[in-house]
């Protein structure tokens, strides 16, 4: 390869990706601009929709770690080599994986919730949250154990590790490194779901752009204003995602294959 | 002499397919046996239930006077005092070399071996490459420190399955290097292996396996300069 080529085409396609990201930011306020757009009146609900920023970004990581704790559990449930515990596994992940998450969400807060006396909506939300979480997170966990070749476990047990000092030192650091890109595409579909709570209640980003939008009429404005919030959280954790895929990647990380 | 390491009655089905049917061995101290046949021939396999890596269907396994009992409580100490090297390596990717070998003999033993590791890694001349990750090694330098890896565990037997079959050309002379030595040393040894010229050259004792029996077996010069069976011949005929 030539000195400093990869260098080259790295850095031109981060000034097309910039062209591109002006040209469409020109288009977007050239369209605002045609119309009668009016985000002065949204200005005034600032604070509010900072406090429902945090809202949100709250929710969404005590919901993330819920998810994750509970997806570990999932995952050696699924990986469990008797078959009770697995098919255990297996539906959770069914359930959680195949209904929409409003559905989930309705039924924790009309029917559970109370049945334990649980009052706080923000719980309610957030725990609902952390387990529909927990049934993505647990298949993304399980994958990265499974991905890892049978001769790993091989070469540690002929050395005399035992099945738990296995997973701890030989398969879970590598699975863990697989796992990076699909648990950060985790976090950044979580907190996109996390506008839902808004459903029962919870004074989340979208539901203060909402209220907004009813109290000046300018629901436009204001649902533009929370797209871009969400946006705000979720493209530096995509561009993350993407940095850490690609070094990943580039160290190639079995070292068995010919 | 009582045998080190001895397999009785070993038979592995999987399926409709008989893997191993009814094979016995058994290994004396400092004896060098070498697993010859074609592929499928139950070489492999014989290996990986000597070590329970596969679990055979009956047999027993004793090494030094212990049973490897798969399902028993001591089946990680027995393995631990046998060595195995794979046709892949299987090097962790994510330690350096230094630490591939330094793992077990800490997890197992609780016990720090670097002067060790590094006395092994001379040994099979890889000590500069000692804080590198196993990715950046060639094939027969990962192969040597995989054997590296395995001897700092002071094993009593070590098991070869196909060491050199992953290999180039150009490494497999390297890698049987390192094993003639270990065999001069007196090493108990098995290995499974395709090169015919090292069979002849170290071996004690050369089994013969087809179809998960052994057909044949003796010392390198009654198999290759005087084979009994047709299927030897035959068998010989291909590969020399």
């Not at chain 1, 309610?124 to 647990?138: D, E, K, N, P, R």
């Not at chain 2, 040994?123 to 990962?142: A, F, H, I, M, N």
């Not at chain 2, 192969?143 to 992953?166: G, N």
Request: glycine share 10%; with cysteine.
């Amino acid at each position: 390869m030539v000195p400093g080529s990869g260098h080259g085409t790295n850095s031109s396609r981060i000034l097309i990706r910039i062209a591109l990201t002006l040209l469409l930011a020109g288009a977007f306020t050239a369209l605002l601009s045609t119309s009668d757009y009016s985000f002065g009146a949204i200005w005034a609900y600032r604070s509010l929709l900072l406090k429902g920023l945090l809202l949100t970004l709250a929710a969404t990581a005590a919901a993330y770690v819920l998810g994750f704790g509970l997806g570990i559990g999932v995952a050696l449930l699924r990986l469990s080599r008797s078959i009770v515990p697995r098919h255990l596994g297996d539906l959770y992940v069914e359930i959680f994986r195949g209904t929409p998450f409003l559905v989930q969400l309705s039924l924790f807060y009309f029917g559970i919730a109370p049945m334990l006396g649980i009052d706080s909506k923000f719980l309610i939300g957030t725990v609902s949250l952390g387990l529909f979480a927990a049934s993505y997170s647990g298949e993304i966990i399980r994958a990265g154990i499974e991905s890892i070749e049978r001769g790993q476990v091989e070469a540690a047990r002929s050395l005399g590790l035992s099945r738990r000092q296995t997973m701890r030192y030989v398969v879970l650091p590598q699975a863990l490194k697989r796992m990076i890109p699909p648990l950060t595409g985790e976090l950044i579909a979580l907190t996109k779901e996390s506008s839902l709570l808004f459903f029962i209640g919870v004074v989340e980003l979208f539901a203060v752009a909402n209220q907004a939008g009813a109290d000046t009429y300018l629901y436009l404005e204001a649902y533009i204003v929370a797209g871009f919030c969400y946006l705000l959280i979720n493209i530096p954790l995509s561009l993350l995602s993407r940095g850490l895929e690609k070094r990943l990647s580039t160290s190639k990380t079995p070292g068995d294959h010919l | 002499m009582k045998p080190l390491l001895s397999l009785t009655g070993i038979t592995k089905r999987y399926g409709d397919l008989t893997a191993l049917d009814r094979v016995d061995l058994s290994v004396s101290p400092g004896e060098v046996v070498v697993l010859i046949g074609p592929s499928g021939s139950g070489k492999s396999t014989l290996l990986r239930c000597a070590n329970a890596l596969e679990v055979p269907d009956q047999g027993e396994v004793v090494l030094d006077g212990e049973v490897a009992d798969p399902f028993g409580r001591n089946i990680d100490r027995v393995r631990a005092r046998m060595g195995m090297v794979f046709q892949h390596f299987h090097l962790f990717p994510h330690k350096t070399v230094l630490e591939n070998l330094l793992l077990a003999p800490k997890l197992v033993h609780g016990e720090d071996r670097t002067a060790t590791a590094i006395r092994l890694l001379e040994r099979v001349g890889v000590c500069e490459k000692r804080d590198v990750y196993p990715d950046t090694l060639s094939g027969g330098q990962k192969q040597r420190v995989a054997i590296a890896r395995a001897l700092i565990m002071d094993p009593v037997a070590m098991l070869f399955d196909e060491p050199t079959s992953a290999l180039d050309p150009e490494m497999v002379g390297e890698v049987l290097a390192v094993m003639r030595s270990l065999a001069a040393e007196g090493m108990t040894m098995v290995v499974a292996s395709h090169v015919m010229g090292f069979a002849r050259e170290v071996a004690h004792r050369v089994l013969f396996l087809e179809e998960g029996r052994i057909v044949e077996a003796g010392t390198p010069e009654q198999m290759f300069d005087h084979p009994q069976s047709t299927r030897l011949k035959e068998f010989l005929s291909v590969v020399l």
